[in-house]
């Protein structure tokens, strides 16, 4: 499938001396002069920036922008902030060298001793910089804690005019079995983010608009690309769900887990590498002090959920009503994971115990939910803790009955049940789409595991995944369907707890308990 050009905004060409950011920055589509110059008189006076609901659809690229400039603005305060830490480090230790606790007794060759009145007239001028610089150094934490703040409330204006669930279509490129059968490629890209394709029984093509489009030419590393912001956004704080749906053997497990290194190394990987590169670039730079990350994965077969960590194969139990609104009972988890070679080793762990087997269309076919979340807490300079969490999702194939062949009952079962928790997983949206009072999150294992990360302030992005042969086009119809349903949701809320209703709380605290 050929991509088309990328949309490129326009440069505005107007001269304001007033301005907070330069004229180039602005983009020419915002139109609303008077909105946008409010917005710019907020900055000026809060030198903060306002809300996400006072920004028009137009301004999101101011907000990208501004959000841009704080990033720099951040690194070089962090540069200076450790040139000072450096500084101040030095005169410490020639403090420590050059005062009368600097150990030259005993020393076989002793450094030749000043006379005292020099040496405690270097002392004073050593401990009036240290000051000086321990004065400097508390200012620039300051500034630095302040501009780290705004860069967070940047960054998730930004992920949030992006959209509550973002929708990207992945098409893989046609198996070798495909080509040698004969295969035609069934699904054409539209340029913008959609695709055409001629649903069957109908003469004229459907069209389906999404956020983006991942053709044969995009390798993982295009992927990876379109979710490192919400990574950025997790360890931020805030709940975010990468997912992949699709029929089965379109390359969902392709995109979400892939190779472990290499170029086709997919989401989860470069997921892991992302978060403690981003971990280590704030405490090194002194915008957070400390932070601790631990991880678990679940699989979802037959309507139950099971634990994949440890010896594997353990029973879990969702309880809900609590301060986390789901609480998962009975799954293990590796806590004070540390290093990034650690968190692949579970994750290459956690995904062999996945159930597979062999299916008409995929010879390593996943016939279970497969969910990995990753918690990380963090700690700042003010003793501020934030929790957020990555949760990846590799949705078991969706395959429709007609087309197993003659199978036995135990496929069968297994294909019911995956088709009715996908079909739950789209009453969810749905309900959320049209921001209904009830959410059916309980109405499945799976929808209830996820509820804190769709519902409330939580971001996710959803890649639909598709053949793009002929003779699976209705399967890729569908789901192109599921996928443009899930788009337009809008956010619920600022917190990260799912709502569940009184009712729903008080009875049956923990009917999702192993059967
Ligand atoms: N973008 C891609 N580029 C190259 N090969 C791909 C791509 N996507 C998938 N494949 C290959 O297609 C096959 C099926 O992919 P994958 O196992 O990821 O499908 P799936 O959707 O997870 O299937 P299931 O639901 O049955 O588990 C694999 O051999 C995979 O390597």
């Given at each position: 499938m050929e991509q088309g050009p990328q949309r490129v905004l326009n440069d505005n060409d107007n001269d304001d001396d007033?301005?907070?950011?330069?004229?180039?920055?602005?983009?020419?589509?915002?139109?609303?002069?008077?909105?946008?110059?409010?917005?710019?008189?907020?900055?000026?006076?809060?030198?903060?920036?306002?809300?996400?609901?006072?920004?028009?659809?137009?301004?999101?690229?101011?907000?990208?922008?501004?959000?841009?400039?704080?990033?720099?603005?951040?690194?070089?305060?962090?540069?200076?902030f450790e040139t000072y830490a450096l500084r101040q480090k030095a005169l410490i230790a020639s403090l420590i060298e050059w005062g009368p606790i600097s150990p030259s007794y005993g020393d076989p060759n002793p450094r030749p001793r000043l006379?005292?009145?020099?040496?405690?007239?270097?002392?004073?001028?050593?401990?009036?910089?240290l000051a000086e610089l321990s004065l400097e150094n508390g200012k620039l934490r300051a500034s630095l804690q302040r501009e780290v703040r705004s860069r967070k409330r940047l960054h998730n204006i930004v992920q949030d005019l992006k959209g509550k669930i973002r929708v990207f279509v992945r098409v893989r490129p046609l198996s070798s079995g495909e080509e040698a059968a004969g295969c035609q490629h069934a699904l054409r890209y539209g340029g913008e983010g959609s695709v055409l394709a001629m649903p069957e029984g109908r003469l004229a093509m459907k069209t389906w608009d999404f956020d983006g489009v991942l053709g044969v030419a995009d390798g993982q590393v295009d992927v990876f690309r379109e979710v490192q912001g919400l990574v950025v956004s997790a360890v931020d704080g805030h709940n975010v769900c990468l997912?992949?749906?699709?029929?089965?053997?379109?390359?969902?497990?392709?995109?979400?887990?892939?190779?472990?290194?290499?170029?086709?190394?997919?989401?989860?990987?470069?997921?892991?590498?992302?978060?403690f590169r981003v971990l280590e670039r704030n405490t090194e730079g002194g915008a957070m002090d400390s932070w601790s990350l631990s991880v678990t994965m679940l699989e979802i077969y037959n309507d139950q959920i099971y634990c994949l960590m440890g010896e594997g194969g353990k029973k879990v139990s969702l309880k809900f009503g609590g301060k986390e609104g789901v609480e998962i009972v009975g799954a293990e988890s590796q806590d004070e994971v540390v290093s990034e070679a650690e968190l692949l080793a579970v994750l290459s762990r956690g995904s062999e115990r996945r159930r597979t087997s062999s299916t008409a269309m995929n010879a390593d076919s996943s016939r279970s939910h497969m969910v990995v979340q990753v918690k990380i807490r963090s700690l700042s300079l003010t003793g501020k803790e934030t929790t957020g969490k990555v949760t990846i999702v590799d949705l078991?194939?969706?395959?429709?009955?007609?087309?197993?062949?003659?199978?036995?009952?135990?496929?069968?079962?297994?294909?019911r049940s995956i088709n009715k928790s996908l079909s739950s997983l789209g009453d969810v949206i749905a309900a959320l789409k049209k921001k209904s009072s009830h959410i059916p999150y309980r109405n499945h294992p799976l929808t209830a595991l996820l509820s804190d990360s769709l519902g409330g302030s939580s971001k996710s992005l959803l890649f639909v995944c598709c053949s793009p042969a002929d003779y699976n086009r209705s399967e890729s119809v569908s789901s192109l369907d599921f996928g443009f349903r899930c788009r337009g949701v809008g956010g619920g809320g600022d917190n990260n707890v799912p709502k569940f209703s009184k009712k729903e709380n008080e009875s049956g605290r923990e009917n999702m308990a192993p059967r």
């Amino acid at each position: 499938m050929e991509q088309g050009p990328q949309r490129v905004l326009n440069d505005n060409d107007n001269d304001d001396d007033n301005e907070v950011v330069d004229n180039d920055d602005y983009c020419s589509a915002c139109a609303d002069l008077a909105h946008r110059d409010n917005i710019k008189h907020s900055i000026l006076v809060d030198n903060e920036v306002v809300d996400n609901d006072d920004y028009c659809s137009a301004c999101a690229d101011l907000a990208h922008r501004d959000n841009v400039k704080h990033s720099i603005l951040v690194q070089k305060l962090q540069s200076q902030f450790e040139t000072y830490a450096l500084r101040q480090k030095a005169l410490i230790a020639s403090l420590i060298e050059w005062g009368p606790i600097s150990p030259s007794y005993g020393d076989p060759n002793p450094r030749p001793r000043l006379e005292a009145a020099e040496e405690d007239k270097l002392l004073d001028t050593l401990n009036e910089k240290l000051a000086e610089l321990s004065l400097e150094n508390g200012k620039l934490r300051a500034s630095l804690q302040r501009e780290v703040r705004s860069r967070k409330r940047l960054h998730n204006i930004v992920q949030d005019l992006k959209g509550k669930i973002r929708v990207f279509v992945r098409v893989r490129p046609l198996s070798s079995g495909e080509e040698a059968a004969g295969c035609q490629h069934a699904l054409r890209y539209g340029g913008e983010g959609s695709v055409l394709a001629m649903p069957e029984g109908r003469l004229a093509m459907k069209t389906w608009d999404f956020d983006g489009v991942l053709g044969v030419a995009d390798g993982q590393v295009d992927v990876f690309r379109e979710v490192q912001g919400l990574v950025v956004s997790a360890v931020d704080g805030h709940n975010v769900c990468l997912f992949a749906y699709g029929q089965t053997g379109s390359g969902k497990t392709h995109t979400m887990f892939g190779d472990v290194e290499g170029p086709e190394a997919g989401i989860s990987p470069r997921a892991a590498g992302e978060i403690f590169r981003v971990l280590e670039r704030n405490t090194e730079g002194g915008a957070m002090d400390s932070w601790s990350l631990s991880v678990t994965m679940l699989e979802i077969y037959n309507d139950q959920i099971y634990c994949l960590m440890g010896e594997g194969g353990k029973k879990v139990s969702l309880k809900f009503g609590g301060k986390e609104g789901v609480e998962i009972v009975g799954a293990e988890s590796q806590d004070e994971v540390v290093s990034e070679a650690e968190l692949l080793a579970v994750l290459s762990r956690g995904s062999e115990r996945r159930r597979t087997s062999s299916t008409a269309m995929n010879a390593d076919s996943s016939r279970s939910h497969m969910v990995v979340q990753v918690k990380i807490r963090s700690l700042s300079l003010t003793g501020k803790e934030t929790t957020g969490k990555v949760t990846i999702v590799d949705l078991a194939g969706s395959e429709r009955l007609s087309k197993l062949g003659k199978v036995g009952d135990e496929q069968l079962r297994e294909t019911r049940s995956i088709n009715k928790s996908l079909s739950s997983l789209g009453d969810v949206i749905a309900a959320l789409k049209k921001k209904s009072s009830h959410i059916p999150y309980r109405n499945h294992p799976l929808t209830a595991l996820l509820s804190d990360s769709l519902g409330g302030s939580s971001k996710s992005l959803l890649f639909v995944c598709c053949s793009p042969a002929d003779y699976n086009r209705s399967e890729s119809v569908s789901s192109l369907d599921f996928g443009f349903r899930c788009r337009g949701v809008g956010g619920g809320g600022d917190n990260n707890v799912p709502k569940f209703s009184k009712k729903e709380n008080e009875s049956g605290r923990e009917n999702m308990a192993p059967r």
